[in-house]
């Protein structure tokens, strides 16, 4: 089992930066880590994800839609993966999820990812 605590959403002006935290409880370990969003009306989309290489070497993957602006980074001792967010947009506004992969490599696919978050809100003003 896998459980996984997200924390750090809120309300921000464009242009301005928030940092999304995941704690992860339980069988970790081999698999990849994925951020994923949902807008209101919308699915839900991959933003990023890390690959497991015990994730501090773990290579990382973006949305083009936020490649450049959001970072994911990691922190082993605390089993915490968090995702950075600078430069934000409007239309970065979503209930953003973080995901466990079902294996190392990191996947686009939600259906590749079989623990989820409880999910933080994110508003960008204009």
């Known amino acids: 089992q896998v459980q996984l605590v997200e924390s750090g959403g809120g309300l921000v002006q464009a242009g301005g930066s928030l940092r999304l935290s995941c704690a992860a409880s339980g069988r970790t370990f081999g698999r990849a880590m994925g951020w994923f969003r949902q807008a209101p009306g919308k699915e839900r989309e991959f933003v990023g994800g890390?690959?497991?290489?015990?994730?501090?070497?773990?290579?990382?993957y973006y949305a083009e839609s936020v490649k450049g602006r959001f970072a994911i980074s990691t922190n082993n001792a605390k089993n915490t993966v968090y995702l950075q967010m600078n430069s934000l947009k409007p239309e970065d506004t979503a209930v953003y999820y973080c995901a466990v992969g079902v294996r190392a490599g990191v996947s686009k696919s939600r259906d590749e990812y079989d623990y989820w978050g409880q999910g933080t809100q994110v508003t960008v003003s204009s």
């Open positions: 890390i690959s497991w290489s015990s994730w501090t070497t773990g290579s990382t």
